[in-house]
């Protein structure tokens, strides 16, 4: 080393400390690069995506490239240091000790910290076009890292390890997936946004908690007279209709609205021509997943099911409607009797709320609504809420706080709770009452 020149010895020094610091640079970006992002660039016939993608499946060895790069050329840094040293300041301890504190400064700053920075926070920039470098790094290498990796694989067997398990760990989990929906920015629309998220919480959803309850749903009763029939289903608010047989536990069957119309018109409407009409119920079990059961209605080209409990009652009643509203929000058209969304009182701060809501209202639809935090893993409706927080059926003028929000009962009838006022102070007057 002595026999060189000084300006090639320190040409040589800075040129090592670069390329430490490219090894430096390339491992922090190679392991922070967005795995989702490069396959998108992979997919779009970027070659340097793809060179990069085939280097991070095989994460061992080119690890092992990286750091033996970085250690020999850091091992490198220090001896050619060490012989200017010598050369300009002889075997003298003091030099020698300074000179070692300057290198490693120089190490730490120039080949480690600051081309780690850039990397972390540019992955993408930096990983693509270093790929090009380190492919002939990885083979060049690949003796002594077959040796590396060889006692590494048996070290790691010893410790009841594996290599290769982490290759798995790039699956995202669903709460994964709803943090990277919610961070995506302005690189996704509200819209999509908000239908993603929503696919998402269908996962943990159940026909308990979309169905329109029984005393809400619009029905037939062929104990009544065939007056009463045809005017029902000449006013119908929907095209299909369940009849029952006196009660719920004797359901007889689906009725087509449109077709009994054609009954009138032919003057052929009597009891037996209604019967012929009627299509076998369709029953779904209490419990069954809200995204399972869209299959269902799918596979088996269903409109309509009725839920029942384990004893075979009916419980409610569910469409792929329901469903698909879960994903894109409310449809326009609505029965008149629908259950009231509620109207605001007067004028309130940003994240007060004061407004009246029919108690037959589900939960996940108030807080959907009003941004709010009610409980789902107990009742499905405002008013079973209501009734299992008091124990009691409550008299007009009752309230509840839960939560951040007061329930204060408006009209009970019925042994529930027809309409309550929902109650909830804003952010300024959370501010001066603290």
Known sequence: MSDLPLWL????????????????ISETSMMAINRYRLQARVQQGSRAAALTKK?????????????????????????????????WYGNSEMALGIATA????????????TPKVIGA???????????????????????????????????????GLSATAGNDNNALNMEELRSMVLESGHFLPQKPKSIL?????????????????????????????LEVLSHQISTAHHNKLPIIKGDWRDVAGILHVRSALS??????????????ML???????????????????????????????????VMGLVTPEDILEQLIGEFISRAPYSEHLGHKEGETE????????????????????????LPLDGPKTLNGLVLEHLQEIPEAGTSVKIGDVVIEVVQSADKSVKTARLHKVGSKAKARNQ
Not at 62 to 82: D, R
Not at 103 to 111: K, L, R
Not at 202 to 224: A, G, Q
Not at 350 to 373: C, E, H, T, W, Y
């Open 197 to 225: 998220l929503n696919l998402i919480e269908l996962e943990d959803l159940t026909v308990d908690d979309i169905m329109t309850p029984r005393s809400k749903m619009e029905f037939l009763n062929n104990t009544h007279s």
């Open 350 to 373: 940003p994240g007060a709320l004061n407004v009246i809501v029919d108690g037959s209202l589900p939960l996940r639809k108030l807080n959907r609504l009003f941004q709010l935090d």
């Open 102 to 113: 300057v290198v490693a400064f120089a190490i730490i700053i120039f080949a480690e910290i």
């Open 121 to 159: 926070a540019h992955p993408e920039k930096v990983a693509l076009p270093a790929s090009f470098l380190l492919t002939p790094f990885m083979k060049l290498f690949s003796p002594a890292v077959w040796l590396i990796n060889l006692f590494v694989a048996r070290l790691m067997k010893s410790l």
């Open 9 to 24: 010895q320190i040409v040589l020094l800075l040129f090592l400390l670069a390329l430490s610091g490219f090894f430096s």
């Open 279 to 313: 299509t076998p119920a369709y029953f779904i079990p209490t419990g069954t997943s809200a995204l399972q059961q869209l299959n269902f209605f799918q596979e088996n080209r269903e409109r309509l099911g009725l839920v029942v409990d384990e004893y075979g009652e």
């Open 263 to 276: 009954l009138f018109m032919a003057q052929e409407f009597d009891e037996e021509n209604l019967q012929k």
């Open 55 to 87: 280097l991070l499946s095989q994460t061992d060895r080119l690890l092992s490239t990286l750091l033996l790069g970085n250690n020999i050329l850091n091992t490198a840094i220090t001896a050619v240091v060490t012989s200017l040293t010598i050369q």
